[in-house]
């Protein structure tokens, strides 16, 4: 095995959120009469920070509005959009078999903790995990650098960082592992154009899971 610790990114990386996401970030769009794009134009919402996104959305930096967003965002996604998701075709097997290869998977997203548990346990994919790690409600750890950090001090001591590798979609996984000294993989099935990744240069850009699961398991 060439890493003994695989942090994994959520959206976008283990599953397909954009139903759930999208009709969330719509639902509270007009719950304060804002302009309402279709799920297609809300794509690039999924992986960045929510607050970052209803910013734009709102043409707004005011806290209190950005504020009553995430709330009713986080109304509807509670109550439906966590189950809106679909697992990629074999990553439950990927993560079973990295698992049983003595890797330890941990979850490394910023969406909120309490919605990343319960999707995980919803699909079944909590068994195959070692930890699992989320940004806390009030925004603490939205940073994927910070939450990175914080799981590199969580995990055992005798793990190197040269054994720890980043798996997701977007520039700010490639962004937050670097500023821990983290390899880099990047998967061109989710929501980060393949310019986006490229421009960021990660280690690896596996196109598919096959592809994955090669740079998983080849040889040091």
């Given at each position: 095995?060439?890493?003994?610790?695989?942090?994994?990114?959520?959206?976008?990386?283990?599953?397909?959120?954009?139903?759930?996401?999208?009709?969330?970030?719509q639902y509270?769009?007009?719950?304060?009469?804002?302009?309402?794009?279709?799920?297609?134009?809300?794509?690039?919402?999924?992986?960045?920070?929510?607050?970052k996104s209803f910013e734009i959305l709102l043409k707004s930096t005011d806290e209190t509005l950005v504020s009553k967003a995430l709330e009713f965002y986080r109304e509807r996604y509670r109550e439906k959009g966590m189950y809106e998701n679909k697992i990629y075709p074999g990553i439950p097997e990927l993560l079973q078999d990295l698992k049983e290869a003595g890797c330890l998977n941990v979850l490394a997203t910023s969406k909120p903790k309490p919605f990343a548990e319960e999707i995980l346990r919803h699909f079944n994919l909590s068994r195959h995990f070692h930890?699992?790690?989320g940004s806390n409600l009030n925004g603490e750890l939205v940073d994927k650098g910070d939450l990175i950090?914080?799981?590199l001090r969580r995990l055992p001591q005798d793990?190197?960082?040269?054994?720890?590798?980043?798996?997701?979609?977007?520039?700010?996984?490639?962004?937050?592992a670097r500023r821990n000294g983290l390899d880099v993989i990047s998967v061109a099935y989710g929501y980060g154009t393949m310019h986006e990744l490229e421009e960021n240069k990660p280690d690896y850009i596996a196109k598919g899971l096959t592809e994955l699961r090669t740079?998983?398991?080849?040889?040091?």
């Open positions: 095995m060439k890493y003994q610790v695989v942090l994994w990114d959520l959206d976008g990386t283990l599953t397909d959120p954009k139903e759930g996401i999208t009709k969330s970030v509270a769009l007009e719950k304060l009469n804002a302009p309402v794009p279709t799920q297609d134009e809300l794509e690039w919402v999924i992986g960045p920070a929510l607050s930890l699992i790690m950090q914080e799981i793990i190197s960082w040269k054994q720890t590798v980043m798996i997701g979609d977007r520039r700010f996984d490639i962004e937050g740079i998983l398991f080849e040889d040091k």
